[in-house]
């Protein structure tokens, strides 16, 4: 028998889990953040993620910002700079309000203090 690795977690399936953000998919989040391996995954979930949001019909710019304030608080240095290119990469209010629970959340200025 044949085994091929699969991946831990794929693009859908971290954006659902953004989605959602409840206790157990945050747990599994927090899983997938702790693993190096996983952050093109991770950003490219986030990127699916708000690019659902931008194209819904009814934008939930709570649920974003807190989305960007959990991300901002529980994500390593390494991802710090990712997550903000992201919040960054559009003018679109779904991206803002992610951004701005971003900044709140303060992991960026935790990350890398200013000197």
């Not at 044949?2 to 953000?21: G, Q, W, Y």
């Not at 949001?53 to 974003?64: G, R």
């Amino acid at each position: 028998m044949n085994c091929t690795p699969t991946p831990f977690s794929a693009r859908d399936s971290v954006a659902e889990k953004l989605t959602a953000l409840g206790e157990s998919e945050q747990a599994y989040l927090l899983l997938t953040i702790q693993n190096a391996a996983q952050d093109e995954n991770l950003i490219e979930g986030l990127y699916r993620q708000l690019d659902l949001a931008s194209a819904a019909k009814l934008l939930n710019s709570l649920k974003l910002e807190k989305l960007g304030a959990w991300l901002g608080a529980n994500a390593p240095a390494r991802l710090q700079i990712r997550l903000m290119e992201a919040a960054k990469s559009s003018q679109h209010a779904a991206y803002q309000a992610f951004r701005v629970g971003l900044v709140r959340s303060g992991g960026l200025e935790k990350a890398y203090p200013k000197a």
